[in-house]
């Protein structure tokens, strides 16, 4: 396996990035190549671990969680981040969690559908610890 990446896999590994699902032969158009060529460098990408899957762009308003908030949490004690990671993998409405360094212990994403489930949440979470919430405003990020 030549395990060595070029500037047309990063050419293609872009396209992947703006649409994974986009055919290999249009990719193939662009970055002058045939289909099959194309369908073999991200095979290679695979196997090297540059690409390590595919996901979903999804509106979660759709699906009434339009509250989105960020979450620093300040734990009470160093003994407490067992406890806290075994309460985190049980909610569903944290989406994404970063231990982090500075001020805090842990950032979390939260989506909720109502202030009120946001509440109960930031109410779960007092006797690990404080907090600091942010509400978001999402912004769309064009490429």
């Known amino acids: 396996m030549n395990e060595t990446i070029d500037d047309t896999d990063i050419r293609i590994l872009k396209c992947l990035i703006r649409d994974s699902k986009r055919p290999h032969k249009e990719i193939g158009e662009e970055v002058h190549l045939t289909g099959q060529a194309v369908g073999a460098r991200v095979r290679k990408l695979h196997d090297l671990g540059v690409i390590e899957g595919y996901t979903v762009k999804w509106n979660p308003e759709r699906l009434g969680l339009g ?3 960020f979450v620093t949490i300040f734990l009470n ?22 231990r982090v360094s500075g001020e805090g212990c842990y950032l979390m994403r939260v989506r909720t559908e109502t202030m009120e489930q946001l509440g109960s949440l930031l ?21």
């Open 67 to 69: 509250l989105q908030a």
């Open 123 to 143: 109410e779960a979470i007092l006797p690990y610890g404080n907090y600091r919430m942010n509400l978001s405003v999402g912004i769309e990020k064009s490429e």
């Open 77 to 98: 004690s160093g003994d407490r981040h067992a406890a806290f990671r075994e309460f985190m993998a049980t909610r569903e409405d944290i989406v994404e969690v970063h």
